[in-house]
């Protein structure tokens, strides 16, 4: 039997172990996670109301049900098992552990009480155990939320939303309360360069045309009447989608509804200001934009927020013994290849960049690479397997999690669920395998 261990059930590694299971001969599949909950960031970083996305579990969910892809979960690879115990007993180990570690933004005063990294913030209203108890500083009437991506977005609109248009989303309850007492007033979306390079794409944009409590503004003169002819036709016409919605936000009213929504361009942050260890304001540099990049004018505004989000990407979490690429934060390796017979892909490769879709085109490739490895050397096949990881696991305590516990604590989700939210998930690992004894 070919062993292969796979280290992250999020979807780069969910797509590897469906086509491995699948083409490779005789293999047994087993998917390791240090949650006892499946699929990562769909669980825990798509946004709550955006149900649809994550409808992409159906899929996973089938690969899990095969005779030969076994989910153990609440194992931390580094921690429970090391990594060298791993190669000792699986012939082929894929890595595909994500990156959801907070950039930090490098200013004065982000150690200050009220400044959170996106990861945290999403994971806090996501339910992720790591953040269950982050418990932030909403008390604020402006929240800074800096970056210009779609993670930024999410976080703004579900701080703008009402909890009514929380009601068929799977955010956690604490954390939808928290946002509705929340004083909020001012939402600032800033971007260190223009609505040119915003990463944002228009389906998150546009949402802000329709909510119930908050408008979205945009300074007119921040946009520009036009792209320059010799423009990137592909490019252009996202990015004329993302000016033909900025403008008109550009004439919403500013006073139309109780929050309003910022949205910023060509501005980065220089310091956090506190008073007592607590924010009480953010100092921004003008940026001016020559060939895309931003560079700073020297002139500085300051805002009046008492909280401030980073949404500026992540890094991978290293574990002992694996080449990493500390300057990166990502797994080290070279198209997926990190040494023999192990392979990586997803985020922890190629950086927390891509869509959903991008983890599954990546995957396959990384999965091609390993069959035709294999093919070309196939192991002898005489490696022990989950057998000997089982006994080490208990032997050392571990409470692991299979795909069917995983299933009861998903009914007891959905079972708790009130109104029409989908579920009401369990933040807590004890909560979790509570339900399992
Ligand atoms: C806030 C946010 C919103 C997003 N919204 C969307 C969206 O709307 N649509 C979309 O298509 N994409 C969205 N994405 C992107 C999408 O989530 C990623 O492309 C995708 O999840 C990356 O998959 P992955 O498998 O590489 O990593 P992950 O999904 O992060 O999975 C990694 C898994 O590895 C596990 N793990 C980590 N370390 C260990 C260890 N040491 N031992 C065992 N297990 C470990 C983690 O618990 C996790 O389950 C969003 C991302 C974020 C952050």
Not at 106 to 120: M, P, T
Not at 361 to 382: F, T
């Amino acid at each position: 039997m070919i062993n292969i261990a796979i280290i992250g059930s999020g979807p780069s590694g969910c797509y590897i172990a469906d086509m491995l299971s699948k083409k490779v001969a005789d293999a047994q599949v087993d998917i390791f996670d240090r949650l006892p909950t499946p699929f990562g960031l769909v669980r825990a970083g798509v946004a709550p109301d955006h149900q649809g996305t994550k409808n992409i579990v159906r899929q996973f969910e089938r690969t899990f049900s095969r005779d030969n892809v076994r989910f153990v979960g609440n194992v931390n690879i580094g921690d429970d098992i090391t990594y060298q115990e791993l190669k000792d007993h699986y012939d082929v180990i894929a890595v595909t552990i994500g990156a959801l570690q907070d950039r930090d933004l490098g200013i004065d005063g982000e150690d200050l009480n009220g400044v959170y990294g996106s990861g945290a913030f999403v994971a806090w209203y996501n339910g992720h155990p790591d953040h269950a108890d982050l418990n932030p500083k909403l008390d604020s009437s402006g929240i800074a939320i800096i970056g210009n991506g779609n993670v930024a977005l999410d976080i703004s609109r579900i701080l703008a939303k009402t909890d009514a248009e929380m009601g068929s989303s799977d955010i956690t309850a604490d954390s939808v309360a928290a946002i509705a007492e929340s004083p909020v007033q001012d939402i600032y979306l800033i971007g260190r360069r223009g609505p040119v390079e915003a990463s944002f794409t228009n389906a998150e944009l546009s949402e802000f045309a329709e909510l119930d409590r908050c408008v979205a503004l945009v300074d007119s003169a921040q946009l520009p009447a036009a792209l320059p002819e010799d423009f990137d036709p592909k490019a252009a016409k996202a990015i004329e989608k993302n000016l033909e919605t900025l403008r008109g936000y550009a004439e919403n009213a500013t006073d139309s509804k109780p929050v309003r929504l910022h949205i910023m361009f060509c501005a980065s942050p220089t310091a956090i200001l506190g008073e007592h260890g607590t924010v009480t304001g953010l100092r921004l540099e003008k940026n001016q934009i020559t060939d895309g990049r931003a560079t700073g004018t020297g002139e500085t505004f300051d805002l009046n927020v008492q909280t401030v989000i980073s949404a500026i990407g992540y890094r991978s979490q290293s574990i002992e013994g694996m080449p990493f690429d500390e300057e990166r934060g990502i797994v080290s390796n070279e198209d997926g290849r990190v040494e023999d017979g192990v392979y990586t892909s997803g985020w922890c490769k190629r950086g927390p960049q891509g869509v959903i879709p991008a983890n599954r085109a990546d995957s396959m490739g990384v999965a091609k690479q390993i069959i035709a490895d294999l093919e070309e050397n196939m192991p002898a096949g005489d490696k022990a397997g989950f057998n000997k990881i089982a006994a080490l696991l208990d032997e050392r305590n571990v409470r692991t999690v299979a795909f069917s516990d995983w299933q009861t604590i998903n009914e007891a989700e959905v079972s708790r669920a009130q109104g029409d939210k989908p579920r009401e998930k369990f933040n807590r690992i004890p909560e979790m395998l509570a339900l399992l004894d």
